[in-house]
């Protein structure tokens, strides 16, 4: 499965586009100015997912590695 797979599950399940995760985690602390913080840790990102929009492992890493910037839309 692509990347960009991944992201229209996420949307598809949540109603949420990347854009809109990436303005929930400045909200929640987890990033500034669009990067994620240092302090920011994989498994934080993973449990707020996983807690508030039922997110399988796979699907919460993909959001983690578009906030970090491991991966883009598209990939």
Known sequence: MSFQAYLDNIQTKTGKSPDDFRAMAEQKGFTQNGELKSTTKAGDVV?????????????????????????????
Do not use: Q, R, S, V
């Open 47 to 75: 449990k707020w997912l996983k807690d508030d929009y039922e997110l399988g492992h796979g699907h919460a890493m993909a959001i983690y590695a578009l906030l970090k910037g491991i991966k883009k839309e598209g990939d």
